[in-house]
T-cell receptor, first 112, second 114 residues
Framework: GENVEQHPSTLSVQEGDSAVIKCTYS??????FPWYKQELGKRPQLIID?????GEKKDQRIAVTLNKTAKHFSLHITETQPEDSAVYFC???????????FGAGTRLFVKA | EPEVTQTPSHQVTQMGQEVILRCVPI?????FYWYRQILGQKVEFLVS????????KSEIFDDQFSVERPDGSNFTLKIRSTKLEDSAMYFC????????????FGPGTRLTVL
């Protein structure tokens, strides 16, 4: 069935360092790959997304890369700050009204 | 900016009781969803709803669950006879239409089954 694998489950970095989270997906029909940041007790918040016709997208300190052939996609956060500490979820979705399949999440700790 | 809203924010119920979780999707959106997140775990898809009918449902969404759009604004999730394992955060989401991809999530309802 459809599945999204996410690694690592926990990531601890020093403030100012970079953080990388990697995901793979199984459903070839997936064309939209959002990344969510979730703080405790809150809703998932979309931080960046990428469509399958794009290999890379950047928004300030956050970048995502997509290798559709290998079904891999990654989130890169540069110059991490303590407020980046949260759980990050990758996800995959088909175009239009299809459901979103979430990865298991990565708990990111940024140490000051 | 329009947002998806959910009520209540926290619901406590006894095992075996029925609960109804309510959502008001963004007004011009056409697709509606319910997701569940057990504490410390990932967000799991339950059901999608379009054109007044269920378009897809997961294995989790068994006969104990039902959804309804009783009027032009509300979208509800009913659990007929709650179990301890139904304790979770339930998120409603909506999406504009077929040509779009971003789902907008509500703040969630935390369901605690005792």
């Amino acid at each position: 069935g459809e599945n999204v694998e996410q690694h690592p489950s926990t990531l601890s970095v020093q403030e100012g360092d970079s953080a990388v989270i990697k995901c793979t997906y199984s459903d070839s029909a997936s064309n939209y790959f959002p990344w969510y940041k979730q703080e405790l007790g809150k809703r998932p918040q979309l931080i960046i997304d990428i469509r399958s016709n794009v290999g890379e997208k950047k928004d300030q300190r956050i970048a995502v890369t997509l290798n559709k052939t290998a079904k891999h996609f990654s989130l890169h956060i540069t110059e991490t700050q303590p407020e980046d500490s949260a759980v990050y979820f990758c996800a995959a979705k088909g175009d239009g009204g299809f459901k979103t399949i979430f990865g298991a999440g990565t708990r990111l700790f940024v140490k000051a | 900016e329009p947002e998806v809203t959910q009520t209540p924010s926290h619901q406590v119920t006894q095992m075996g009781q029925e609960v109804i979780l309510r959502c008001v999707p963004i007004s011009n959106h056409l697709y509606f969803y319910w997701y569940r997140q057990i504490l410390g775990q990932k967000v799991e898809f339950l059901v999608s709803f379009y054109n007044n009918e269920i378009s897809e449902k997961s294995e989790i969404f068994d006969d104990q669950f039902s959804v309804e759009r009783p009027d032009g604004s509300n979208f509800t999730l009913k659990i007929r006879s709650t179990k301890l394992e139904d304790s979770a955060m339930y998120f409603c989401a909506s999406l504009v239409g077929t040509s779009y991809n971003e789902q907008f999530f509500g703040p969630g309802t935390r369901l605690t089954v005792l």
